[in-house]
């Protein structure tokens, strides 16, 4: 059975939407992955974040894209690569990551109600 998550629970989370600034392979992570530069603008500024995104993403059609992302969870070490932000998907047919994002374009850093 799925856990009943409050509205505080979800208050807390900060998910914010931004642009990829630039957008790298990630030989090094354990499974396929990209390393990402995400630019939510204003006083968040650019954030760095891995992703399993290699099944139906190129690390050089990513960049321009926007992006929705957790922005404060703390930094992950992935391979030696701090992950600061939680980019957001969901999964295809089979299992691959499909990005969430915004159905028009907006400003970076707009905050998710």
Partial sequence: MERIAS???FDRLDIRVGTVADAQPFPEA????????VDFGGTIGV???SAQLTVHYAPDRLIGRQVIAVV????????????????????????AVVLLKPDLRVPDGGKMF
């Fill in 7 to 9: 509205i505080e629970d």
């Fill in 30 to 37: 354990r499974k396929p992955s990209i390393r990402l530069w």
């Fill in 47 to 49: 954030k760095r974040s």
């Fill in 72 to 95: 404060n969870f703390p930094p992950r070490r992935i391979a030696g690569f701090e992950s600061e932000v939680l980019v957001l998907g969901v999964p295809d047919e089979n299992g």
